[in-house]
């Protein structure tokens, strides 16, 4: 059987068990690769190390077929550069095809789009461990439909973690399980709905899936103005019809920005005066470099916040878990929204991250992250320093994601010259909402999505289409 192995932002298909043995399926593989352009010419490849590791095959293995491929001339290998795709493997062309007017469709060599971790560094072992524990110690009861809250054993811990290191109040009967920000805020709208809201005020920068849910729960959705200092909250009063607001207060997506104190308390202000609510989307607020990180606004106003947190930023999306904290008035309407039982999550996934965060395997986890993405964000800062000192970058003080600005005009030509490059990039205004002001033109860079032996190549890519 064929597995494809994604390594250093391309995918190549080696054969463990063929005939031609692991060495010739990598040589294949790379040539392949090259051949049709998965692999640019110029792409540094990572170490022997780094690739047998990746693969999970010997070093020696790697190391003969770079050598094996260096001699055939499909790559270089230079002192002090590593080894690359030769100039000279370049993608053929058909000669009587007309020249493409669009990139060709096909999976980007690197990716640095905005919104995912390295799922590389998932902590497989020591979330093995937890399974073990869990499904061991699991009451009969566990393997039974649930209480649609989720399980009180995770929405216990939750508790003391959220309290703990974001400075929520959060009491386990507060706490609904969800499978994530998305599943989070379609029960929200269902919920507002019901309580005859009209309309959510949005952020004039975010993402169109969520605005695009509240409006197919027929809600509108006004834009609330962003500026350097975060969303201008003072502004709510005069949105006469907004029943509630959703907010990024600690790291603006995706500016970057984090909600000013005085905003924050203006914010809280119009729930109080109005009886509106606040959707707190808290995506990312472990991963904070420079200082401690800024705690949830769920703190200063429980009964007027709903917070939503998810493990796919700290751990990964496909384990499908998140959380709401919700008003204490809100969580018969917020269980009813989500059904008679706990349809969602899994069960013993409930467990294992129970027994992950109880063990203290989930803050060693988040700490060692915290480390790998601060070390990514300041090679990115040094590339751009050195290598293209024109672009100004923000947003970096916390998260997984920095903003290059851009001059005017140049932002769609740098997204298409990357697309043409292998390499996936975002621009500021997918981001934009429909009646916002375009102010600034931008790159979105999610520095957390590579791995690490795609990430200098990855960087490599990058400089080479900025203006």
Not at 76 to 91: C, H, I, K, L
Request: glycine content about 10%.
């Amino acid at each position: 059987m064929t597995d494809p192995w994604a390594t250093f932002g391309a995918d190549l298909h080696l054969d463990p068990t063929g005939a031609t043995g692991l060495r010739a399926g990598l040589m294949d593989a790379l040539r392949e690769a090259a051949r049709t352009g998965r692999l640019a010419p110029g792409t540094r490849l990572p170490s022997s190390r780094t690739l047998a590791a990746d693969l999970g095959i010997a070093r020696n293995t790697v190391a003969d077929a770079y050598a094996e491929l260096v001699a055939e001339g499909w790559l270089t290998a230079r002192q002090g550069s590593g080894t690359r795709v030769a100039r000279r493997a370049e993608p053929r062309r058909a000669a009587t095809r007309a020249p493409r007017s669009r990139p060709p469709r096909t999976s980007p060599a690197y990716s640095l789009m905005p919104g995912s971790p390295d799922l590389s560094t998932f902590p497989r072992a020591e979330w093995l461990k937890a399974a073990r524990r869990a499904l061991t110690s699991a009451p009969h009861d566990a393997l039974g439909y649930g209480d649609p809250r989720g399980r009180v054993e995770l929405r216990t811990v939750l508790a003391d973690y959220l309290s703990r290191a974001r400075g929520v109040y959060a009491d386990p009967d507060r706490i609904v399980i969800c499978s994530g920000f998305v599943h989070g805020l379609i029960m929200m709208g269902k919920v507002l709905r019901e309580r005859r809201v009209r309309e959510v005020a949005v952020e004039s920068y975010g993402l169109d899936v969520h605005t695009r849910l509240l409006t197919e729960a027929g809600l509108r959705i006004p834009c609330l103005p962003l500026d350097e200092l975060g969303s201008r909250t003072g502004e709510l009063p005069a949105m006469r019809g907004a029943g509630a607001v959703l907010l990024t207060p600690a790291h603006q997506f995706p500016t970057g920005v984090p909600l000013h104190p005085d905003r924050r308390a203006a914010a809280v202000d119009w729930a109080r005066s109005t009886g509106g609510l606040i959707l707190e989307d808290d995506y990312d607020g472990e991963f904070r470099y420079d200082r401690q990180p800024v705690g949830a606004l769920q703190g200063l106003d429980p009964e007027h916040v709903v917070y939503l947190g998810t493990a796919s930023k700290s751990m990964a999306p496909g384990l499908r878990l998140g959380w709401m904290v919700v008003p204490q008035a809100l969580v018969g309407e917020v269980t009813g929204a989500k059904g008679v039982s706990d349809w969602s999550s899994s069960a013993l996934d409930q467990l294992t991250l129970a027994e992950f965060i109880a063990s203290g395997a989930y803050d060693r986890h988040v700490r060692s992250m915290r480390l790998r993405y601060r070390r990514r964000r300041d090679q990115l800062v040094a590339a751009l320093a050195e290598r293209a000192p024109s672009i100004r970058i923000s947003g970096i003080a916390a998260g997984l994601h920095a903003v290059l600005e851009l001059p005017e005009g140049s932002e769609a030509d740098v997204v298409r010259s990357a697309a043409w490059q292998g390499l996936a990039v975002e621009g500021l205004s997918s981001f934009r909402h429909p009646d916002a002001e375009v102010s600034r033109e931008a790159l979105v860079i999610g520095y957390g999505t590579p791995t690490d032996s795609a990430w200098a190549g990855t960087l490599d890519a990058l400089v080479r289409v900025l203006p």
